[in-house]
Nanobody, 125 residues
Framework: QVYLQESGGGSVQAGGSLRLSCVASGYRSNRYCMGWFRQYPGKEREGLIFIDVDGSINYGDSVKGRFTVSEAEEDDKKILYLQMNSLKPEDSAMYYC?????????????????WGQGTQVTVVN
């Protein structure tokens, strides 16, 4: 069983920065990808950025140049970070971490999918 736990959300002023973290455990797979999505109330989840099975990074157009992703390993866990800079009020949303085991390269980080519970980001003027 894969467990994902996000942290780091909160309220920040426009133009500021936040770093989200996602700790994944139980992910063991030869083809594993992780990424970040966000969801506005009443809308579908939007893919922001993910690290594909070959380590390549895929960016959504809405966050290019402002958001970056990195990953680390600690003990048996993977940690995915989302560094968000130059935040705008329209970045206010619930942010979710996704992990996919046995994912196919170039398939948008899809496979045996798992989600975290989300962390709220609010950007105020």
């Amino acid at each position: 069983q894969v467990y994902l736990q996000e942290s780091g959300g909160g309220s920040v002023q426009a133009g500021g920065s936040l770093r989200l973290s996602c700790v994944a455990s139980g992910y063991r797979s030869n083809r594993y990808c992780m990424g970040w999505f966000r969801q506005y109330p009443g809308k579908e989840r939007e893919g922001l950025i993910f690290i594909d099975v070959d380590g390549s990074i895929n960016y959504g157009d809405s966050v290019k140049g402002r958001f970056t992703v990195s990953e680390a390993e600690e003990d048996d866990k993977k940690i995915l970070y989302l560094q968000m800079n130059s935040l705008k009020p329209e970045d206010s949303a619930m942010y979710y971490c996704k992990g996919a085991r046995w994912a196919t390269l170039g398939n948008g980080c899809n496979g045996d999918n798992y989600w975290g519970q989300g962390t709220q980001v609010t950007v105020v003027n």
